[in-house]
């Protein structure tokens, strides 16, 4: 069969195969191959038997199956197989044809492959696909970057298989050039970082209360039908309410040591680079690091003895003040990644789209939720926003939140129940909203002991002072610079 697909894969593993069986039930033909040939049997004689996909068994075999111009996505861990696939297809790709990364790739991989591509006439697209085997089988949230010339030939295709809203509007769209569409999707993980550590700490209140885990579910299925909305809530009630044949809650079965992949850490990094103050998302990953150290953790608690207060106050009003801190720091964890994002655009020559990224993951990714729908909002109604706190309706839902936010911070202080997110989001929102901080006392540490300089209030802004604050240091100053 030649030149019949519309798009080849490679990758048989779990994300692979169901992009596969996602793009055929939606009417387009599907060339597939591994490199572990006996995949691509066993796949075609099981879930795709029958299907118009095809199953080619070398490089060669599926470039001759696929229309010009010709597309290929590669479904394979991200780093070095990603470049050695590129290599072992360029030679049998003509000028125009387009090879997809699917995968999550760090950015700057993705800006380079493209820029490597394009000096040999071919076109490349990096896109960030998030939503998991569910997703990927049933519509995912995509976000595509890379070579713009390179998107007609796949709009078609890409946002006919990925989720859809309410509406109809699909879940993916062309982000920007180069690393952008795996920036993005390096955030969208970020802030999922995010999320689940706050809807964590949460869980680690309630249970301090004494909620069993019945009566949390309860909780969070009703929480599911509020503003709180989201397929992270949804999982959590489902997790709470799992029990295994002998009848055991398996929640409280699986060992306190998290996992990561990488892009939460991808993220804070390039916030660091930025100068952006990502603090939430921060803290996110250095909570996984906290709990992978494990055996440590069980020595301290025997050596560290906390001098802590139990919980004396209403069950009821906490769990719907942590209802209310959730939310504003969820808030919080949106307004940081986006801000991270606007930095990244205005470094990198992006035209971020910023409302249709939130419309690109209204649906189908991990972090999807009602919530979406007004970051949508907030930049359809100011396109210029700086950022989301300073949209009237976030800056309602802020003024509204505090009490009960500073009540579930002060109360998990007192208990000794960590919760590095939930506090950092609420002491940035109180370092953002404030007109003066402590700055400039540490701008004069830094020029008393480095002659770094720095501005005065009295003179305008870029006129740059130091002080002999010993008498003994000259006049002799050290560049000014911001990290």
């Given at each position: 069969?030649?030149?019949?697909?519309?798009?080849?894969?490679?990758?048989?593993?779990?994300?692979?195969?169901?992009?596969?069986?996602?793009?055929?039930?939606?009417?387009?033909?599907?060339?597939?191959?591994?490199?572990?040939?006996?995949?691509?049997?066993?796949?075609?004689?099981?879930?795709?038997?029958?299907?118009?996909?095809?199953?080619?068994?070398?490089?060669?075999?599926?470039?001759?199956?696929?229309?010009?111009?010709?597309?290929?996505?590669?479904?394979?861990?991200?780093?070095?197989?990603?470049?050695?696939?590129?290599?072992?297809?360029?030679?049998?790709?003509?000028?125009?044809?387009?090879?997809?990364?699917?995968?999550?790739?760090?950015?700057?991989?993705?800006?380079?492959?493209?820029?490597?591509?394009?000096?040999?006439?071919?076109?490349?697209?990096?896109?960030?696909?998030?939503?998991?085997?569910?997703?990927?089988?049933?519509?995912?949230?995509?976000?595509?970057?890379?070579?713009?010339?390179?998107?007609?030939?796949?709009?078609?295709?890409?946002?006919?298989?990925?989720?859809?809203?309410?509406?109809?509007?699909?879940?993916?769209?062309?982000?920007?050039?180069?690393?952008?569409?795996?920036?993005?999707?390096?955030?969208?993980?970020?802030?999922?970082?995010?999320?689940?550590?706050?809807?964590?700490?949460?869980?680690?209140?309630?249970?301090?209360?004494?909620?069993?885990?019945?009566?949390?579910?309860?909780?969070?299925?009703?929480?599911?039908?509020?503003?709180?909305?989201?397929?992270?809530?949804?999982?959590?009630?489902?997790?709470?309410?799992?029990?295994?044949?002998?009848?055991?809650?398996?929640?409280?079965?699986?060992?306190?040591?998290?996992?990561?992949?990488?892009?939460?850490?991808?993220?804070?990094?390039?916030?660091?680079?930025?100068?952006?103050?990502?603090?939430?998302?921060?803290?996110?990953?250095?909570?996984?690091?906290?709990?992978?150290?494990?055996?440590?953790?069980?020595?301290?608690?025997?050596?560290?003895?906390?001098?802590?207060?139990?919980?004396?106050?209403?069950?009821?009003?906490?769990?719907?003040?942590?209802?209310?801190?959730?939310?504003?720091?969820?808030?919080?964890?949106?307004?940081?990644?986006?801000?991270?994002?606007?930095?990244?655009?205005?470094?990198?020559?992006?035209?971020?789209?910023?409302?249709?990224?939130?419309?690109?993951?209204?649906?189908?990714?991990?972090?999807?939720s009602r919530f979406l729908g007004k970051i949508k909002d907030a930049f359809d109604n100011n396109p210029d926003l700086k950022n989301?706190?300073?949209?009237?309706?976030?800056?309602?839902?802020?003024?509204?939140?505090?009490?009960?936010?500073?009540?579930?911070?002060?109360?998990?202080?007192?208990?000794?129940?960590?919760?590095?997110?939930?506090?950092?989001?609420?002491?940035?929102?109180?370092?953002?909203?404030?007109?003066?901080?402590?700055?400039?006392?540490?701008?004069?540490?830094?020029?008393?002991?480095g002659a770094h300089t720095y501005e005065r209030v009295d003179k305008p802004r870029g006129e740059f002072f130091h002080t002999n604050?010993?008498?003994?240091?000259?006049?002799?100053?050290?560049?000014?610079?911001?990290?």
């Amino acid at each position: 069969m030649k030149n019949e697909a519309d798009i080849g894969l490679i990758g048989l593993a779990v994300m692979g195969e169901n992009l596969i069986l996602n793009m055929e039930s939606k009417g387009f033909t599907v060339a597939c191959y591994n490199r572990t040939v006996s995949k691509v049997d066993a796949f075609l004689a099981e879930r795709a038997a029958g299907k118009k996909i095809i199953g080619a068994h070398s490089v060669k075999e599926l470039i001759a199956s696929l229309k010009r111009p010709r597309k290929v996505m590669l479904m394979v861990k991200a780093g070095q197989a990603v470049d050695d696939f590129i290599e072992t297809l360029i030679p049998e790709l003509e000028p125009g044809d387009i090879i997809i990364d699917g995968g999550n790739s760090h950015f700057p991989d993705t800006t380079r492959r493209t820029q490597y591509l394009e000096s040999k006439g071919l076109l490349y697209i990096g896109t960030g696909v998030s939503g998991g085997e569910e997703g990927a089988l049933n519509g995912p949230s995509m976000m595509p970057g890379g070579s713009a010339a390179a998107w007609p030939h796949v709009k078609e295709i890409f946002q006919t298989i990925c989720a859809h809203t309410e509406s109809g509007e699909p879940c993916c769209d062309w982000v920007g050039e180069n690393g952008a569409g795996h920036f993005v999707k390096m955030v969208h993980n970020g802030i999922e970082y995010g999320d689940m550590q706050m809807i964590c700490e949460t869980y680690h209140m309630m249970k301090a209360i004494g909620l069993s885990n019945d009566e949390m579910q309860k909780v969070f299925t009703e929480w599911n039908d509020n503003e709180l909305s989201s397929y992270l809530i949804e999982i959590t009630r489902d997790i709470l309410g799992y029990k295994d044949e002998q009848g055991s809650e398996v929640v409280d079965l699986i060992l306190d040591t998290a996992g990561q992949k990488g892009t939460g850490k991808w993220t804070a990094i390039a916030a660091l680079d930025a100068g952006m103050p990502l603090t939430l998302i921060g803290e996110a990953v250095f909570a996984r690091c906290l709990s992978a150290i494990k055996e440590e953790r069980v020595i301290a608690s025997k050596l560290l003895p906390g001098k802590v207060s139990a919980f004396s106050g209403d069950r009821k009003q906490m769990v719907d003040d942590l209802r209310v801190a959730l939310y504003a720091s969820k808030i919080i964890s949106y307004a940081q990644g986006y801000q991270l994002m606007m930095a990244a655009a205005k470094e990198y020559g992006w035209k971020l789209n910023y409302g249709g990224i939130a419309l690109m993951w209204r649906g189908g990714c991990i972090i999807r939720s009602r919530f979406l729908g007004k970051i949508k909002d907030a930049f359809d109604n100011n396109p210029d926003l700086k950022n989301l706190l300073l949209d009237p309706f976030f800056k309602d839902v802020m003024d509204r939140s505090q009490a009960a936010w500073r009540r579930v911070a002060g109360t998990a202080i007192s208990m000794g129940i960590p919760m590095p997110c939930i506090n950092a989001a609420l002491s940035y929102f109180d370092g953002y909203r404030s007109d003066r901080l402590p700055a400039n006392l540490l701008q004069a540490q830094r020029d008393y002991f480095g002659a770094h300089t720095y501005e005065r209030v009295d003179k305008p802004r870029g006129e740059f002072f130091h002080t002999n604050w010993t008498g003994k240091g000259g006049n002799t100053t050290a560049n000014t610079y911001i990290a």
